[in-house]
């Protein structure tokens, strides 16, 4: 069966310092990758996916990017952290092909920057 | 502004009552789903129904869709504690982009 893995759950960093999460698929091949970003009480915002290593569509200009650099790994980076950059990041994916059917989501990282 | 547009926002129901949930969305889709949320937690996948389906049933989940209204009800029947949560619909349309736009949620509490 297929699991998907983020860490960390939690993090609270300085403004201004640079940021890493990884997301991981386990027991599915060219998996279609998500990152969504969601504030306090809201709905989902897109950030960045991928439908194959090294290749990342963003869909909002942000201070975050992202890399692929293996077929089921998913980094969301950022060097510079902003207040505004808090949230909870979820990660998500779905089988490979037109990225339209259910979607997977793993259990999220919540990031306090203060 | 968002493609898919839930209604209400907020919802407040006694245990055994049924809850109805509204996605309203802009423009022609592929496939419209329904997903959960408990607090803090990541998205739970409920149902799928395409754009060529008009209703389709889970358990005590009802869901339909209206392509001429572009509109789309969530009905849990009987609902319980546990289906306190936010609820999301999301959209796939058809432009290539391999991605659903989701909606703001209603968060439903249910009053044992």
């Known amino acids: 069966s297929q699991t998907i893995h983020q860490w960390p759950a939690t993090l609270v960093q300085p403004v201004g310092s640079p940021l890493s999460l990884e997301c991981t698929v386990e027991g599915t091949s060219n998996p279609n990758l998500y990152w969504y970003r969601q504030a306090a009480g809201r709905g989902l915002q897109l950030l960045f996916y991928s439908v194959g290593i090294g290749q990342i569509s963003s869909e909002v200009p942000q201070n975050l990017s992202a890399s692929r650099p293996q077929d089921r790994q998913f980094i969301l980076s950022s060097k510079k952290l902003l207040l505004s950059d808090s949230g909870f990041y979820l990660c998500?994916?779905?089988?490979?092909?037109?990225?339209?059917?259910?979607?997977?989501f793993g259990p999220g990282t919540r990031l306090l920057v203060l | 502004s968002q493609q898919g547009e839930e209604d209400p926002q907020a919802l407040s129901i006694q245990e055994g009552e049924n809850a109805t949930m509204n996605c309203s969305y802009k423009t022609s889709i592929n496939n419209l789903q329904w997903y959960r949320q408990n607090s803090g937690r990541g998205l739970v996948h409920l149902i799928l129904i395409r754009s060529n389906e008009r209703e389709k049933h889970s358990g005590r989940l009802r869901v339909t869709l209206d392509t001429s209204k572009k509109s789309s009800s969530l009905l849990i029947t009987a609902s319980r504690a546990a289906d306190t949560a936010s609820y999301f619909c999301a959209t796939a349309v058809d432009t290539g982009r391999r991605a659903l736009t989701f909606g703001s949620g209603t968060r439903l509490q249910v009053q044992p």
């Open positions: 998500a994916w779905t089988p490979g092909g037109q990225g339209q059917e259910t979607q997977y």
